[in-house]
Every structure is written in C-alpha cells, then in structure tokens.
C-alpha cells in the first residue's frame, strides 16, 4: 500500500514560485503514473501534471510553460515546481499515484492550500 504525504503550500504573490512535494510511503517504481491534481471552491478536480515511470510529461493548457513535474524514484516523491503563478493558481493540490498491475488503483495525498493573492 502507498501512501503520499504533500507539503509545500502556502501563500504567495502573483508572479512568485511555489515548490510542491510529495512523498510516498513505499516504492513509486511500480506505479505507471504520478501526477498533481488541483479543486478550487466550487469547482471540480482536474489534472495539473502527471509523469510516467518512463519520465513521459503532460500538462494542462493553463500551466505549459509554468509548472515543472518531477519524479526522484530513488527516493520516492515527486516535485512540481510553480513559476509565474496567477490568483487562478488557487487550490488545493492532490498528489496522485495510478497503478494499473496487479490491480487498477488511484492513490491520493491529504492536499496541500496554494493561494496566490496580493
């Protein structure tokens, strides 16, 4: 069983940098994909990154060129670095890991606050 712990959130400005974490209590090799969701009030989840075993990226359209994904499976977490940041920014961000062997399984972090206000 894996587990995931995010930290890294917090307040800042527009235009700054965040740097999320997220570390997993047990290996990451074996899941195919790990990834950063986000849910604002009022809104539904939605996926912000996700990376491959193989290292394979994707992004949403409204953070290409902003947001870095990154996986270390030496020692099981993952990074999404936040550059230009926006008030739209804001939400909780949920580590995600996809297994698809032996079984089908999604395994979620906690959540971690951004907010992005002046």
């Known amino acids: 069983q894996v587990q995931l712990v995010e930290s890294g959130g917090g307040l800042v400005q527009p235009g700054g940098s965040l740097t999320l974490s997220c570390a997993a209590a047990?290996?990451?090799?074996?899941?195919?994909?790990m990834g950063w969701y986000r849910q604002a009030p009022g809104k539904t989840r939605e996926l912000v990154a996700r990376i491959s075993s193989g290292g394979s990226t994707n992004y949403a359209a409204s953070v290409k060129g902003r947001f870095t994904i990154s996986r270390d499976n030496a020692n099981n977490t993952i990074h999404l670095q936040m550059n230009s940041l926006k008030p739209e920014d804001t939400a909780v961000y949920y580590c995600n890991g996809r297994q698809f062997s032996p079984t089908s399984n999604d395994y979620w972090g906690q959540g971690t606050q951004v907010t992005v206000s002046s």
């Open positions: 047990g290996s990451i090799f074996s899941i195919n994909y």
